[in-house]
């Protein structure tokens, strides 16, 4: 997938360093916590809590558990926001919800909405990109990157194997 170079926001080695820097801000805010439930929303926020994880991992002795969150962003009412596996308990727990970009916040606030009945200690929000037009009362609780956008504009984020990067269109 080719982009137009000058759309290009944040390149692999500034992504990866974001993360290094919200996994810091993640621990220093947790440092008493045995565990953390890294609840990542399908696709991207799936993929970039896996890479936070692994920091976490890396600097911390706290024990990660992954989680994934499937839901329709376009029509959440329709289908039920599916958390997996299932059998993970997040009853007292930490749970950082991570997604690539954060734009108006509906798809974190029916996320919050799936997550609550399940009594979370503490629900905070990491994200790589914050634009800025939340419409719904959520905020990051750790940003990688703050950028002003226009409604129009578009932030695309890749996390492949072959290409990691965020692009404004």
């Not at 000058?6 to 390149?11: K, R, S, V």
């Not at 926020?45 to 890479?51: D, S």
């Not at 976490?56 to 289908?79: G, H």
Request: proline fraction near 5%.
């Amino acid at each position: 997938m080719t982009h137009p170079q000058q759309n290009l926001i944040l390149d692999q080695g500034q992504i990866q360093q974001k993360i290094t820097r919200m996994a810091y801000e993640v621990y220093e805010q947790n440092f008493e916590e045995q565990t953390l439930v890294l609840a990542g929303i399908h696709r991207n926020g799936y993929t970039l809590a896996g890479m936070l994880a692994q920091e976490l991992e890396k600097i911390s002795p706290i024990k990660i558990t992954l989680l994934q969150v499937t839901l329709d962003k376009t029509a959440p009412l329709q289908t039920p926001v599916v958390i997996s596996p299932e059998t993970a308990s997040i009853e007292k727990a930490v749970v950082i919800i991570v997604d690539d970009v954060l734009n108006t916040g509906k798809t974190l606030a029916y996320t919050l909405n799936a997550l609550l009945p399940q009594n979370p200690k503490k629900v905070e929000i990491a994200t790589l990109v914050n634009r800025h037009h939340t419409l719904f009362p959520v905020s990051a609780t750790y940003t990688g990157y703050s950028l002003a956008t226009t409604l129009r504009e578009r932030v695309d984020v890749v996390l492949q194997e072959n290409e990691v990067a965020a692009y404004l269109h």
